[in-house]
Nanobody, 124 residues
Framework: VQLQASGGGLVQAGGSLRLSCAASGRTLSRYAMGWFRQAPGKEREFVAAINLSGSNTYYADSVKGRFTTSRDNAKNTAYLQMNSLNSEDTGVYYC??????????????????WGQGTQVTVSS
């Protein structure tokens, strides 16, 4: 599966953005998904995860209550809604997909496919 992330941009602190991750090549419903980000000079970090159906979601503490991930398998697209953005949210955001999932939660064991990233810049 090929993943294409989009929707990044420049936003003022307190603002919102919605990222999209469009899948091609294979139907997205076959894959659990995740979102990651990488700030300048820092390692890539986990942001959010969602299971195959979208019934389970999980977030990093730093974004909990502000970000929401969802998916529309009919549109082959996953989303990351980001609200109350602050400067620490600046970075390149990546979507990722996996084949193997944990039996209970349905989240990815490891991520096999990655999108190219979309830049999010939050100005203070």
């Amino acid at each position: 599966v090929q993943l294409q992330a989009s929707g990044g941009g420049l936003v003022q602190a307190g603002g919102s953005l919605r990222l999209s991750c469009a899948a091609s090549g294979r139907t997205l419903s076959r894959y659990a998904m995740g979102w990651f980000r990488q700030a300048p000079g820092k390692e890539r970090e986990f942001v959010a995860a969602i299971n195959l159906s979208g019934s389970n979601t999980y977030y990093a503490d730093s974004v909990k209550g502000r970000f929401t991930t969802s998916r529309d398998n009919a549109k082959n697209t996953a989303y990351l809604q980001m609200n109350s953005l602050n400067s620490e949210d600046t970075g390149v955001y990546y979507c990722a997909a996996c084949i193997a999932v944990y039996s209970g939660s349905g989240y990815c064991v490891k991520y096999d496919f990655w999108g190219q990233g979309t830049q999010v810049t939050v100005s203070s």
